[in-house]
């Protein structure tokens, strides 16, 4: 369970993972292809995306997506005080996200709540994000934790990518570098599918098991397969123009 996302990828697009959008001038249409990212807790899943982004890639992020509608103010934020009550907000008036948490953990009701009161503004945020990221890029990525959980999320998708990583390691990370108990850490990870199961749907798996560097070469090696897609597609749409224009 992460309570930060639980964003359910909103379809969108013409065919399989492509669509088309006007482009910068509102004339000439922009095809591009989104690709969902996604990978358990402690993955290392954000610095492959900061790093396909540098690249040159849209990014429509779940979670901070979900960060942004839960900030005071925000409806997300009022609605959901409303349901659990003023102890989810602290001292400095922002949401106690740990509060929250102890709250949907084990109770299916109140997490079926939690999601009722975000899932809708969130499909509406990150569709929007997207439209406006299909004006000026080629290729967007869905970076959405809970991608293989959600029913069908993937299937108009150009594709999948899994950052991956093994569970042992991941633990070590998020105690090391995110403050985790490793009892919690491990029960964060039994909510979620298994390493298995990500990796089953994945059309591309960015090894994360070694340091930085070898990050860089693999997010290069995903961006090059990218490219090779978007390659691959404009010649079969090429080559279906051509022989409609023949019959």
Known sequence: MNIECGAEHARWGVGAGVSEKPGSSGRVPLVVAEFGLTGGIGSGKS??????????????DADATV???QRP????????????????????????????????????????????????????????QRDELARTHRVVILDIPLLVEGSSAYADLAGVIVVD??????VERLTEFRGFDEQDARARMANQVS??????????????SGPLEDLDVEVARCWAWIQG???????????SEEKSEKV
């Open 47 to 60: 610095s492959v995306a900061q790093r396909l982004v540098a690249l040159g890639a849209g990014l429509v």
């Open 67 to 69: 960060k942004a509608l």
């Open 73 to 128: 103010g925000e409806a997300v934020f009022e609605a959901m005080v409303a349901h659990f009550g003023p102890d989810i907000v602290g001292a400095d008036g922002e949401l106690d996200r740990p509060a929250i948490a102890a709250i949907v953990f084990n109770d299916e009701d109140q997490l079926k709540a939690l999601n009722e009161i975000v899932h809708p503004a969130v499909r509406v945020s990150m569709q929007e």
């Open 165 to 170: 990583v093994p569970a042992d390691l991941a």
């Open 195 to 208: 390493r298995e199961e990500r990796i089953k749907l994945a059309d591309f798996v960015v090894d994360n």
């Open 229 to 239: 897609w978007l390659a691959g597609n404009a010649a079969a749409n090429k080559k």
